[in-house]
């Protein structure tokens, strides 16, 4: 589960971890009043207006149809107003949203951070994640902050460090004194680095993050370490520990045909193609994705319908992949091993009936306990829909149909 840079500041702080304060609003007015309350709580006399959008490369984004950036510094309370305007319920296209944008329905309104002071600021980049080759979670981290860290890895890969901890052990204190080392700090700033560095682990183990992603950390003029922007997924299979965090989805930033599927315990996610795959466990789905691919089709969406496939999941998962226009077949695939194949295709027969007339083919692959029985369901249903036994025959009859 993504989250908001609000959202995942208000947890880091949660932890310790020190932020560029900021309050979230949702028109023109309640930007002008969040201004006005970090001026009196922190001093600041101007302000960073951001787009809240689940998607990177805002500050380079521009708002539909105008010059405006999805990252702005106002210098007055007036630019705050004018700003907030400016994003507030229009589109921003990012590198990350593709051509068609996201709507803003948020922005947030941050204190300035980059003040005059002593010394010159400087930003970092840092990031919490599992390395899956080791088994273990890594700080990666660069003194190439503020820019894309892909291009940093790309070009200049020596300038990215990694920092791997011992689950026996956690995060040791000799391990955040290295990273502050290899950041070139020292004085204060090191002092704080070493305690940003543990907070910053703290949390990304506290709330079960799936990554924690901050680009970039500030060293303040005044020797401060703090992260200006922040972007958490959390592990969906935890939320049930974390109740609290689970309300902070925002399903308005995700496809709505993935929120609907969620709502039937289906696990979707939609693709660009034209064939409608259902098929039970994510091993098989995959292999049969390969297979429309090595026909000549290209997977519409992902879908497993897990071991449960009886009619009425069946008939919801229907729902959901004709929803998608582009898809001109179906191909189901089910290995019955907990679930019996005659069930599931009956589940098949009785969603057909329930749904109507479904126009487009379906070709259905049962394999597995009573595939026999199940295929003889399946040819004696009277519907347009046609059996097969083997991957390959079903994978050439999605080819014959789309030819």
Known sequence: MNLHEYQSKSILKTFGVKIQEG??????????????????????????????????????????????????????????RTIAENILGNVLVTLQTGEAGKQVNKILIAQDVYYP???????????????????????????????????????TPHLIFKEEIDPKVGLMPFQARKIAYNLGLSGAAFKDMTKFVGSLYKAYEGCDAEMFEINPVLKTSDNKIMAVDS??????????????????????????????????????????????????????????????????GEPANFLDVGGTANAER???????????????????????????????????????????????????????????????????????????IQLQEAADRVKEVLA
Not at 118 to 133: A, D, I, K, P, Q
């Open 23 to 80: 309050l979230v609003a949702t028109s023109a007015d309640e930007a002008v009043e969040a201004a006005k309350k970090l001026q009196e709580e922190t001093g600041t006399g101007w302000w960073v207006i951001k787009a809240q959008i689940h998607a990177g490369g805002r500050g380079k984004g521009k708002i539909v149809g105008t010059e405006q950036r999805g990252v702005a510094l106002a210098k007055s309370i007036d630019d705050v």
């Open 231 to 296: 972007k958490v997924s959390l592990d969906d299979n935890s939320l049930f520990r974390h109740k609290d965090y689970a309300e902070l989805r925002d399903t308005s930033e995700e496809d709505p045909t993935e929120v609907e599927a969620a709502k039937f315990s289906l696990n979707y996610v939609k693709l660009d193609g034209n064939v409608g795959c259902m098929v039970n466990g994510a091993g098989l789905a995959m292999a049969t994705m390969d297979m429309i691919k090595l026909s000549g």
């Open 314 to 388: 069946v008939e919801n998962a229907f729902r959901i992949i004709l929803q998608d226009p582009n898809v001109k077949a179906i191909l189901i695939n089910i290995f019955g091993g907990i679930v019996r194949c005659d069930r599931v295709a009956q589940g098949v027969v009785d969603a057909y009936k329930n749904i109507g007339e479904i126009p487009v083919p379906i070709i259905v692959r049962l394999q597995g306990t009573n595939a026999t029985e199940a295929k003889e369901i399946i040819d004696n249903s009277g519907l347009k829909v046609q059996s097969a």
């Open 117 to 155: 002071g002593e010394s010159e600021t400087e930003e970092y980049y840092m990031g919490v994640l599992l390395n899956r080759s080791t088994g273990r979670n890594m700080i990666m981290y660069s003194t190439e902050g503020g820019m894309d860290i892909e291009k940093v890895a790309e070009e």
